[in-house]
């Protein structure tokens, strides 16, 4: 449960710090995220769903990882 609430407070805070037009694509990533640690701490599920929403994680924080370079590259660049 204080995961959950950690996760969900972190969520809301990351965004305060992103670029906006990335801010919706941030909360909505840091939400399923927080789903998936959920999911991954009760322990329901395993085999496909398991590696799907893992594979799916890993996407995801592939995307934020380029959105941010991007951004942090046009700061530098002086591009809005």
Do not use: C, E, Y
């Amino acid at each position: 449960m204080k995961a959950i609430i950690a996760a969900l407070a972190l969520g809301l805070a990351l965004p305060a710090f992103a670029n906006r037009g990335d801010t919706n694509k941030d909360i909505k990533d840091t939400a399923n995220d927080a789903v998936d640690s959920t999911k991954d701490a009760l322990h329901t599920d395993s085999g496909t769903s398991k590696t799907k929403r893992h594979a799916k994680k890993s996407a995801r924080d592939a995307k934020h990882k380029a959105r941010h370079t991007r951004n942090q590259v046009k700061d530098k660049l002086g591009i809005k």
